[in-house]
């Protein structure tokens, strides 16, 4: 066992973690929650310049090839200053689709603007009566001689609000819940039938309701064989919850620190409030619950690329798990230590604990992957 | 990032296993089998089956008789022990004396004690605490004096001396200066349980058990040579063993093993004429409690990974203790959960029917003991709080 960075990978971290600070200080995110698109477009492009994007695709799709454990190095740093930039949605969600399903000239119509940094993705996958469940697909795809008409909603689409291109699951057999007869379809944003509403979620990220009314979509924006597609769903529902996992990482640490500082400084009782043993104990249940959740995160982000699936989604649901349970007592342990300007919206704490809640949320929440991880084989 | 074994190392896992099976006595097998009480003897027995293969001390150098085992198979062995159901050994001669004379000790010390603690001759309890010195352990008071003629005579009263009516050798923190600052007026000595004036007095656990005593030092001899370390210094050697690298302290073996226990229990006990382990509650109850305990593990890991490569015991490590006794502790309350009925069952009274598991009852009170011993969990937050995230005194 080794859970040393490589010098690559350390490179990497110090590289994400003095560009979080210099070029997305958490004032930025905070100032980007009044803008429409929430994330800017020219930070987007230096970190594609900066091989980020590529990291996550292997070469043969024009990327560098780098490991998700590399990807978890950003995405804690992200975490911790909050970047808002759609890495998640366009990079691991759609990117994945497109990688995993797609042709070579799928990969080279989509993912190559992606990976130069000229495009951001999103994956339409979620619907109202499925909650977590990839395969409780209702909307369709009915196909008419060379075109598939699609009719359905979507909800929470992230980044469906920015998105250039939006890859959409739809059920071309059988019914809501069966693995079989789902496809997915790339659609440009702005295919006629696809209605894209932006709103706000509460976080201060932004996202989109999305319906398909008759939408028409040529074959050839299908992505892979017809109705074959569950399987990757179940793949980018780990990548995505490993990533929430490693974001997640960076929240609590950034959090951790917050508060740990706010005890040195502040005073009460004439003292630092960190003087306080009631406190001290609660800083450290915080800090052992952080530890806690970096174990098993890196857990996961080693056996997300297990080629067996069972073992894939037996590491990814305990880290899930772990992530809500750890997440939300140091979220909601460091607003209590701020105490009342821990509420208020101009403190940074505040945005801490929305994000956390997100994390916990997207991707099967502490539930959905307690019974998945009960599920498995191994268990 | 590399998560896995090397292949000598499972190796060395699968060596293990096979061993442990070929070694344990029927009688040792059947208890472990059942997770059942073991008494001293059996313990002593267990002892000196592990020393004939050279297993016992794997922490100590190969010089002193220590198994030469780096720190991935230390961790390994402990696992495979406490997932065999093995009897716990001692731990005062093998985990806690020893170490202090082999790096405190003089060389004479060294070899009149350290082959007897290892071939289990000799067997050791711990005097520290006393009734008024427990998480304040430096205000302890057990007087030690010199009688002129190079030797110390000891008055007190040590508490929590687990095992003492076994132990043929006692180690004492003792005070040596009276009017120095707390800590600084403290030596460490050896004292032969036999001397005159030493009596234990065992207490009965909420476990149904005599595992503590209480330990008297009326005028008791200690000579010189039985000093560890320097005079007035015994609270250097108090501290030395946190420093220490303690990787198996958190029982994930003797945690898995229960888990399993739980598992099997839940499968073997039914509602409505369902197993529990097919109740989706239960099932998530369990669930919960694997997955908190994979995430000890891995900070396990992290912990053995670190200290492979050398480097000091780092953040992850301190939490290890913590973590691992609440595991522990919430391992055996979801065992007697899922019991129901059956966790009311104590010590096979007459008129009951044994319950499929009837140890987990003692157990279980038992367990409430690993969030107090080796420094309160509470004194470990403080130890956190000041040392990892520098908060004000």
């Known amino acids: ?379 | 990032m590399d998560l896995s074994f090397t292949p000598e190392q499972i190796a060395f896992r699968e060596e293990v296993r096979a061993w442990i099976r070929e070694a344990m006595p029927p009688q040792i097998r059947d208890k472990a089998a059942a997770d059942a009480h073991f008494e001293h003897d059996e313990i002593m027995a267990w002892h000196r089956i592990l020393h004939a293969k050279g297993w016992v001390a794997p922490h100590w150098p190969a010089e002193w008789g220590g198994a030469g085992l780096d720190v991935t198979r230390r961790f390994i062995l402990t696992e495979e022990l406490e997932l065999a159901g093995a009897p716990a050994l001692s731990p005062f001669g093998l985990m806690m004396v020893g170490p202090l004379i082999l790096q405190f000790g003089t060389d004479a010390q060294r070899k009149r004690f350290l082959p007897k603690i290892l071939a289990g001759e000799e067997v050791w309890c711990q005097g520290y605490s006393e009734p008024n010195a427990g998480s304040d352990l430096a205000s302890l008071k057990l007087s030690a004096e010199p009688d002129g003629k190079g030797n110390y005579v000891l008055n007190g009263q040590k508490t929590w001396t687990t095992y003492a009516q076994y132990a043929d050798w006692i180690f004492v923190l003792a005070r040596t200066d009276k009017t120095a600052k707390k800590q600084s007026g403290i030596s460490f000595f050896l004292v032969d349980m036999k001397t005159p004036g030493v009596t234990a007095r065992p207490t009965l656990t909420i476990a149904g058990t005599p595992a503590f005593c209480d330990t008297f030092f009326e005028n008791v001899t200690v000579p010189a040579e039985n000093l560890v370390g320097p005079l007035h210094g015994g609270w250097t050697l108090a501290k030395a063993l946190l420093g220490h690298e303690r990787t198996y302290i958190a029982a994930v073996g003797l945690s898995t093993r229960t888990l399993r226990r739980v598992k099997r229990i839940a499968a073997g006990t039914k509602e409505r004429g369902v197993p529990l382990l097919d109740v989706p509650a239960w099932r998530a109850r369990i669930a919960r409690m694997e997955i908190e305990l994979w995430a000890l593990k891995m900070a396990n890991y992290r912990a053995i990974a670190s200290a492979e490569l050398g480097h000091a015991p780092g953040p992850e490590s301190s939490i290890l203790k913590i973590r691992g006794s609440e595991i522990m502790q919430q391992m055996y309350e979801l065992a007697m959960d899922v019991m129901g009925h059956d966790s009311l069952s104590w010590h096979n009274e007459p008129g009951t029917v044994p319950a499929i598991e009837d140890a987990v009852p003692p157990q279980f009170n038992y367990a409430r003991a690993a969030s107090i011993y080796g420094g309160s969990n509470e004194i470990q937050k403080n130890v956190i709080a000041k040392a990892i995230l520098g908060l004000p005194s």
Request: proline content about 5%; charged content about 20%.
């Open chain 1, 1 to 379: 066992m080794n859970f040393d960075l490589t010098p690559d990978q350390k490179l990497l971290e110090s590289t994400a973690a003095s560009f979080v600070k210099k070029e997305s200080p958490v004032s930025r995110f905070r100032a980007l929650r009044e803008d429409p698109v929430g994330w800017s477009k020219s930070l987007w492009k230096t970190m594609a310049e900066l091989g980020w994007i590529g990291l996550a695709f292997p070469e043969s799709a024009g990327g560098l090839g780098g490991s998700f454990v590399d990807v978890a190095i950003l995405l804690e740093q992200f975490g911790a200053g909050l970047l808002p930039e759609p890495y998640v949605p366009s990079v691991l969600a759609a990117g994945t689709a497109i990688l995993r399903a797609g042709s070579a000239e799928q990969h080279e119509a989509y993912l190559a603007p992606l990976i130069a940094g000229d495009t951001s993705l999103a994956l339409a996958w979620a619907e109202r009566g499925g909650r977590y469940d990839p395969t409780w697909v209702e909307t369709t795809a009915t196909k008419k001689g060379d075109e598939y008409v699609l009719q359905g909603e979507k909800i929470f689409v992230q980044n469906g609000h920015a998105a250039d291109v939006i890859v959409v699951s739809a059920r071309t057999a059988g019914t809501p819940g069966d693995t079989d007869g789902i496809s997915l379809f790339v659609l440009p944003r702005d295919t006629e039938g696809l209605r894209i509403t932006p709103v706000n979620t509460m976080d201060g990220h932004k996202a989109a309701m999305i319906t398909l009314a008759g939408a028409v979509v040529p074959g050839a924006n299908r992505l892979g064989p017809e109705g074959a597609a569950a399987p990757v769903l179940d793949e980018i529902m780990d990548l995505g919850a490993a990533a929430a996992c490693a974001e997640g990482l960076g929240v609590m640490r950034a959090s951790l620190a917050m508060t740990v500082d706010y005890l040195k400084t502040r005073e009460q009782f004439g003292v630092k409030i960190g003087t306080f043993q009631a406190l001290q104990h609660r800083a450290v249940d915080m800090f052992i619950r952080a530890e806690l959740a970096k174990g098993t995160s890196i857990l996961a982000s080693v056996k997300v690329s297990d080629p067996d699936p069972a073992e894939r989604r037996f590491a990814v649901s305990a880290a899930k798990v772990e992530l809500a349970i750890c997440g939300r007592y140091v979220s909601q342990q460091s607003i209590q230590l701020h105490g009342g300007i821990g509420i208020t919206d101009e403190h940074d704490i505040g945005l801490y604990f929305k994000r956390m809640h997100v994390l916990n949320a997207l991707f099967g929440d502490e539930e959905h992957h307690l019974a998945r991880f009960a599920a498995q084989p191994a268990f």
